[in-house]
């Protein structure tokens, strides 16, 4: 049976460049409210490129719009809203596949999603009920991305150079960058993560008390922070 769910959850998107901290913060918040909310990662939801020989999986632009199925993110979303339980995708960076298995995601009062391109499509951008963007330095989030590729995806550095200055980079300014000026709330990548954490439970208090027709008099938050 599904947990308890909120009668219309708060949908936040924790969106900036690649590096800039969301998993992070995603994190900070998860860990703050505890069973009051759940965590998407945008990257799960990575087309299944089984079908493409290793060689043409590796040319695909992943920081386009096009590279994710959004849709099914959107669907999930509304599920969650609705109080059922969702089946995530497991993605695999380093072939680029999904896996058969796949994460069993309850409905929360809160329901945290993080990725780079959340605000690049107006349908998915108008999905959540809080946007916030993490802002962090371009070098400071380069130098990051080719430590966690390195470590965590089996990549060389040659390779993270070359996918930056192929598509992470001008993908950026196209998709990424523009997301800034339609956050709700900009939180730095490069501050203590206290700071950033305060800043969007205080932004999500705001949320909550906005007059919503199918919201229920409970609070989600109940009394962290007070």
């Not at 605000?119 to 802002?135: N, Q």
């Not at 996918?163 to 997301?179: C, D, G, N, S």
């Amino acid at each position: 049976m599904n947990p308890p769910s909120h009668p219309r959850a708060l949908t936040v998107a924790i969106v900036g460049g690649t590096g800039s901290g969301k998993t992070t913060l995603a994190r900070a918040l998860a860990g703050a409210l505890g069973d009051r909310c759940a965590v998407l990662d945008h990257d799960s939801y990575y087309r299944d490129l089984s079908h493409l020989p290793p060689a043409e999986r590796a040319a695909v632009n992943f920081d386009h719009p096009d590279a994710l199925e959004n849709a099914l993110l959107i669907q999930h979303l509304h599920r969650l809203r609705a109080g059922r339980t969702i089946e995530k995708p497991h993605y695999c960076f380093s072939t680029h596949t999904r896996l058969p298995e796949v994460e069993r995601v309850a409905p929360r009062p809160v329901m945290l999603v993080e990725g780079i391109l959340l605000m690049a499509l107006p349908e998915l951008r108008s999905a959540f009920d809080l946007r916030v963007f993490v802002d962090a330095d371009d070098d400071v989030r380069a130098l990051r991305r080719l430590r966690r590729d390195i470590r965590e995806r089996d990549r060389t550095i040659e390779s993270v150079c070359a996918q930056w200055l192929a598509t992470v980079r001008p993908m950026h300014k196209r998709y990424v960058a523009p997301a800034r000026h339609l956050a709700d709330l900009v939180v730095s990548g490069e501050d203590p993560i206290e700071r950033s954490m305060r800043s969007v439970l205080e932004q999500l208090k705001k949320v909550e008390a906005r007059p919503r027709p199918d919201s229920a008099s409970s609070t989600l938050l109940g009394e962290f922070g007070a």
